[in-house]
């Protein structure tokens, strides 16, 4: 039976106390209300793992003090992750949107936490704002679109530290793009509210038929990456996969 893992999810209580089966997931937090609840359903399941932050689209919601508050339960639940966190030049106000996502880019940084990335149409800002912050240990770029001249500028700017995690290869750009993407560096994710395995399972029989490789085997290698981001890039990588 395939390890199955999310590697980028959002909170419903109702669909996961729900959930029966075996996968396990990373819930991301979207704005401050979720992330008690979030860290309480990780309390309650081991197959939840948590991240707290607050993401593009809803940092007008947050309350004054959210950055002094967030801070405060990151060092004190040392394995917590900082996400979703990100830019988004879809949408307004990019400049404070980048002050928000620095300030949370920072915490990652200085506590030594994997942090979650969403970035629409803003990967040179992004780059700008990384380049002035010593590197968080794992960096997850989630639903991961962006064009092959970036994937080579984010592989020489973060290296070994950035993971790329895809919901969907449903066109030959989203397929060469995932090939170029080493084995090692891959992730699969459903974006969704509640427990979505067959997403999962879809995902990882698309990429080994691309690849050339059992599902057994790019179902290892994923979630073997996908323990590293978990565990804060503790785990040492294994160098024998599939390129």
Same mark, same amino acid.
């Given at each position: 039976m395939?390890?199955?893992?999310?590697?980028? &999810?959002?909170?419903?209580?109702?669909?996961?106390s729900?959930?029966?089966?075996?996968?396990?997931?990373?819930?991301?937090?979207?704005?401050? +209300? +979720?992330?008690?609840?979030?860290?309480?359903?990780?309390?309650?399941?081991?197959?939840?793992?948590?991240?707290?932050?607050?993401?593009?689209?809803?940092?007008e919601?947050?309350?004054?003090?959210?950055? +002094?508050?967030?801070? $405060?339960?990151l !060092?004190?639940?040392?394995?917590l992750?900082?996400?979703?966190?990100g830019?988004?030049?879809?949408?307004?106000?990019?400049?404070?949107q980048?002050? !928000?996502?620095?300030?949370?880019?920072?915490?990652?940084?200085?506590?030594?936490?994997?942090?979650h990335?969403?970035? !629409?149409?803003a990967?040179?800002? *992004?780059?700008?704002?990384?380049?002035?912050?010593?590197?968080?240990?794992?960096?997850?770029?989630h639903?991961?679109?962006?064009? $092959?001249?970036?994937? !080579?500028? *984010? /592989?020489?700017?973060?290296?070994?530290?950035?993971y790329?995690?895809?919901?969907?290869?449903?066109?030959?750009?989203m397929?060469?793009?995932? $090939?170029?993407?080493?084995?090692? /560096?891959?992730?699969?994710?459903? +974006?969704?509210f509640?427990?979505?395995?067959?997403?999962?399972?879809a995902? *990882?029989?698309?990429?080994?038929?691309?690849r050339? &490789?059992?599902?057994?085997?790019?179902?290892?290698?994923?979630?073997?990456?996908t *323990?590293?981001?978990?565990?804060?890039?503790?785990?040492?990588?294994?160098?024998?996969?599939?390129?």
């Amino acid at each position: 039976m395939e390890h199955l893992i999310d590697a980028h &999810c959002h909170y419903n209580r109702d669909a996961f106390s729900a959930y029966t089966g075996n996968c396990e997931f990373i819930c991301n937090a979207t704005t401050e +209300d +979720d992330w008690r609840p979030i860290m309480s359903a990780a309390a309650m399941d081991s197959r939840i793992h948590p991240a707290i932050g607050l993401h593009p689209w809803y940092w007008e919601h947050a309350m004054a003090g959210w950055a +002094d508050r967030m801070r $405060q339960i990151l !060092v004190e639940n040392p394995h917590l992750m900082v996400g979703e966190i990100g830019l988004d030049n879809a949408r307004l106000d990019i400049r404070v949107q980048a002050k !928000v996502f620095r300030a949370q880019y920072m915490m990652a940084s200085e506590l030594g936490r994997t942090v979650h990335v969403h970035c !629409v149409h803003a990967w040179n800002l *992004l780059q700008k704002i990384c380049s002035t912050i010593p590197l968080p240990p794992a960096i997850v770029v989630h639903r991961f679109t962006a064009s $092959q001249e970036f994937l !080579v500028a *984010l /592989r020489k700017r973060f290296d070994n530290r950035i993971y790329y995690s895809f919901r969907d290869i449903n066109n030959e750009r989203m397929n060469k793009l995932m $090939q170029a993407v080493p084995a090692s /560096r891959l992730l699969v994710e459903s +974006d969704d509210f509640a427990p979505r395995p067959d997403k999962i399972m879809a995902l *990882l029989s698309q990429i080994a038929y691309a690849r050339g &490789c059992s599902i057994s085997q790019i179902s290892e290698i994923i979630y073997n990456n996908t *323990l590293r981001v978990i565990s804060n890039g503790q785990i040492k990588e294994n160098q024998d996969v599939i390129g």
